[in-house]
C-alpha cells in the first residue's frame, strides 16, 4: 500500500481493501470452478458444454473418449465438425429438452450411446453421453429369448392340438362323458397358439429387423373388412357403425394396420356389455389422419391408462382371459403405431365407455382424387 497522508491515507487503504476482497473472491471462483470441473470429470457419463452455436467450451475425459473428441484442440470449435454422424447432427438440429436418443458409436462399432440435450444457463446446452451397451445386450437377449421360446413352443403345441382334434373327430374315440374335458382342452390348446403368436409377433415388432412394408393403403377399404369381422365376433349383440373419410388414404403397413385397427376394434367389442353400442371413424383433423373407436362399454379407471400398453398389463384378469385376450394386444397396437410414427390416445371414463385413437402424421397422408365407389 502506498503511503499517504491525511485523506490519502484512508483512500489508499479504502482501495487496498477493496483489491484485497477482489483477489479473495477471485481465489473463491477459481477454486469452485475447479471443484466443479473434477466432480464433472469423474462422472463416469461423457459431458459437453455447447455455446448456443453448439461450439464446445468444455467437456470432461469420458465425453472424449465417447466422441472422439481432444478438449485441448477442439475447444470453440462447432461440434458438428468434429462428430461427422448424421443421425447425432439431426438430434442436435433439434430443440433442447426432447428425449434422448440411441446411437451405434462411431469410435467403436461394439458400443451403443445415449445421446441427449439438456438446457443450461441462457442459451448454452449440456450434451450428455452414455455408454449403454450392457442395457442394449441385456435387451437384446431378452428378445431373443422370448422370440426362442415361442418358436420351440409353437412345434408341440401344434402336435397336441392336432392330435386333440383328430380324436374329438372321430367317432367313439372319445367317451361321451370326458367329452366336456375335451372342449376345455382344446380351447386351451387355441389360447396358447394365440399367445404364442402375439408373443412372436412382439419380438418380431420389437426386434426392428423387419423394415416396413409400406405402400399407399385404401383406409377406408380395410376399415370396411375390419368392420366385418367386428360384427361377426360381436354376433349380433352390438350396434357397430363406420363413417370414414374415403379419399383419406395413407402410406403405411397394410398388414400391420389391420392388426393395430383390428385389436381396438376387437378390444371394444370384447370390453362392450351387450346391447352397447361401438363407433369407428376415419378423419382429418388439423393436418393429421385419425382413427378413432370409441365404444359405450366398461370403461377404464384413470390410473391404469398409462399402464396399458405394458405387455400382460389388465385392468381385470378374469375378464381379459374370459373374453379370450392375450393381455398382449395394445402392446402390439402401440409398436406398430410407433413404426408409423403415429401415436396412440386414449380416452376412457369408468362405466361409460373408451376411445382410442391412432393419430398419424401429415406426412403418412395421401389424399385420393376420387372417392372409391363399392
Ligand atoms: P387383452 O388381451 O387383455 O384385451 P390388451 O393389451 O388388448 O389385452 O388390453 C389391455 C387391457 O386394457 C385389457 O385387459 C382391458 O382391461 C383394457 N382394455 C382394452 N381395451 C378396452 C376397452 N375398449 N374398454 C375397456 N377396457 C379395455
Known sequence: MPIGAGAWEDVFATIYHEQRRHNRSKIQLSSALDRF??????LPDGVVLLDDDNKIEWCNKPAEQQLGLMLKQDINK????????????KYLEHHVDIEPIKLKSWIRLDVTLEIQLVAFGSSQKLLISRDVSQQEKLEHMRRDFIANVSHELRTPLTVVGGFLETLS????????NLRNYFGMMQEQTSRMRLLIEDLLTLSQLESGATSLDEAELDVYALLSNILNEAKSLSNGQHTISLEANQTLALVASNQELHSAFGNLVGNAVRYTPDGGSISIKWEEINQEAIFSV????????????????????RVDRSRSRGTGGTGLGLSIVKHILNRHQARLEIISEYGKGSTFKAVFPKTRIVHKQTAMIK
Open 37 to 42: 470441473r473434477h466432480a464433472a470429470s469423474a
Open 78 to 89: 462447432p461440434i458438428v465438425y468434429l462428430v461427422r454422424n448424421a443421425e447425432f447432427i
Open 169 to 176: 373327430d372321430m367317432d367313439g374315440a372319445v367317451p361321451e
Open 294 to 313: 370409441t365404444d359405450t362399454g366398461l370403461g377404464i379407471e384413470q390410473q391404469h391408462i398409462d399402464r396399458l400398453t405394458e405387455r400382460f398389463y
